[in-house]
């Protein structure tokens, strides 16, 4: 997930830092961290083919599809409830005090 942010922001830093947003608030509200994996380069798809280049849009893709594909045993798990849940603020809490 870090490569692909850092990719996405590499490429447009103001869509790919926006995806990585809305990454974040995917898992802040689902609690699920393949949601957010998944999230990001998709939603970089929609600024990628019409405000990017074609190549930039085929990269997004890739990405898209690679994300899923290592991510689909954590999304299938969601259903079934065996699919670990994380609270992010609850974890920086802790960490901070």
């Known amino acids: 997930m ?3 942010c850092a990719a996405l922001v590499s ?3 103001g869509y790919g830092l926006l ?3 809305i990454g974040l608030i995917g898992v802040l ?3 699920y ?3 957010g994996a998944v999230l990001i380069p998709v939603v970089f798809l929609v600024p990628a083919f019409y405000f990017l280049r074609n ?3 085929i990269l997004a893709v890739i990405l ?3 994300m899923l594909q290592r ?3 954590g999304l299938k798990n969601i259903p079934t409830g065996t699919e670990p849940r994380k609270n992010l603020l609850k974890a920086l809490k802790r960490r901070k005090g």
Do not use: D, N, R, Y
């Open 2 to 4: 870090a490569c692909t």
């Open 11 to 13: 490429i447009s830093f």
């Open 19 to 21: 995806a990585c947003i």
């Open 29 to 31: 509200i689902s609690h």
């Open 33 to 35: 961290l393949p949601v």
């Open 55 to 57: 190549e930039v849009g």
């Open 64 to 66: 898209s599809l690679v």
């Open 71 to 73: 991510h689909m045993p």
